[in-house]
């Protein structure tokens, strides 16, 4: 009888014995055990049989060569697999890459986020620098229509010098309704009414 081991919990005793064609009665097998090296089955198959829960069978690549491995499991039956602390760690890392990619993905929706804000960021940025060249635009304008108005008022206070230039006193006395009918009429009527009065004020055309 030789010692070896089955699984991280499990301690066993090997017994060579030959089962010949009892092989068919195997349910599942398990592959990737590899025994103590006082063992002389180093790469073997564990494969399970319905005989019991205590009763294994451990067969090297040789076909001919069929060793039994009784134990008693230190967890359920179903539980005991040559890789289980493999398998634990598989499944660790498998999480961990799925956490992984989880985080990925997250991180890719906040880029998108924030891509999305400074495209956001960049459009009110514009929208408000148009805002502001409209306003300077409707400024520029308004300052237009008062160099107009006063221009305008300039042509005006002109009009009214040339008109007054030969009536003198006359002028004076007709400002305000006189003034008015000047600014609606070119100041005709008013510069008639001085020639009718005095004969020297000459016709300005």
């Known amino acids: 009888m030789l010692s070896g081991q089955l699984g991280p919990d499990a301690q066993g005793h090997l017994l060579a014995q030959d089962l010949g064609t009892n092989r068919d009665k195997t349910t599942s097998s398990i592959r990737g055990l590899i025994l103590t090296s006082s063992s002389p089955v180093s790469d073997v198959h564990i494969i399970k049989l319905c005989i019991s829960k205590e009763t294994w069978i451990a067969k090297r690549r040789d076909p001919q060569s069929v060793i039994i491995m009784q134990s008693e499991p230190q967890m359920p039956f179903d539980e005991i697999k040559p890789s289980n602390q493999k398998h634990s760690l598989l499944q660790q890392e498998r999480e961990r890459g ?58 005006e206070r002109g009009e009214r010098g040339r008109g007054g230039e030969g009536g003198g006193g006359g002028e004076r006395e007709g400002e305000g309704e006189g003034e008015r009918e000047r600014e609606r009429e070119g100041g005709r009527r008013e510069r008639e009414r001085l020639f009718k009065q005095c004969k020297k004020v000459y016709l300005i055309p």
């Open 98 to 155: 799925r956490e992984r990619e989880r985080e990925r993905e997250r991180g890719e929706r906040e880029r998108e986020r924030g891509r999305e804000g400074m495209r956001g960021g960049r459009e009110r940025e514009r929208e408000r620098e148009e805002r502001e060249r409209e306003g300077e635009r409707e400024r520029e304008r308004e300052r237009g229509r008062e160099r107009g108005r006063e221009r305008e008022r300039e042509g």
